[in-house]
């Protein structure tokens, strides 16, 4: 049986790094771990949120406070990091930041639809991913249209397809 939970950035980062080692087509299809962390950070920075205007006195306040109030805003809000398991492992994930489907993978054939559907309910609304067929059938059953195509900077690779949900 498989559950799909919220995870860290870390435990999202080791998942696919190892998912990566684990299966070519997850090296080849999905972007680097490490890129994914610092697009999460960036944005991260980006919108961290004020603390509210009203407090004056800055020698009161706890800076913990404020990095978890952050933290909550900016993942309750604006990014999504999930893991699904099997037996207390790891076996794919995906991250939705901004809207942005990122890093979806897996192990177990068949979690494809199951993942996209809850990174739809998470609010994924556009993703970049390789032209391979069964890839953009299983974004399309959800939506997903090609709105922008590229060849890939390794020749040996399929074009790059970015796709936006209607």
Same mark, same amino acid.
Do not use: F, N
């Given at each position: 049986?498989?559950?799909?939970t919220p995870a860290t950035l870390d435990q999202f980062q080791n998942a696919l790094t190892l998912a990566r080692?684990?299966?070519?087509?997850i090296a080849d299809g999905c972007h680097e771990a490490g890129d994914i962390v610092l697009k999460v950070v960036q944005?991260?920075?980006? &919108?961290? %949120?004020?603390?509210?205007?009203?407090?004056? =006195?800055?020698?009161?306040?706890d800076l913990r406070e404020i990095q978890t109030a952050n933290e909550n805003h900016f993942f309750d809000r604006r990014?999504?990091?999930r893991l699904c398991y099997e037996d207390n492992k790891p076996v794919g994930?995906?991250?939705?930041?901004?809207g942005e489907l990122l890093g979806l993978h897996n192990l177990r054939k068949g979690c494809g639809d199951w993942l996209v559907q &809850?990174? %739809?309910?998470?609010g994924a609304d556009r993703? =970049?991913?390789?032209a391979i067929p069964h890839l953009l059938r299983l974004y399309s059953r959800y939506g997903f249209r090609e709105v922008h195509h590229e060849p890939n900077w390794n020749p040996d690779l399929?074009?790059?397809?970015?796709?936006?949900?209607?």
């Open positions: 049986m498989q559950v799909i080692r684990t299966r070519q087509h944005a991260y920075h980006r &919108h961290k %949120v004020s603390w509210p205007a009203q407090i004056k =006195d800055a020698s009161r306040l990014c999504k990091i994930g995906y991250v939705v930041l901004e &809850h990174a %739809v309910l998470d993703l =970049d991913t390789l399929p074009h790059v397809v970015w796709m936006r949900r209607q």
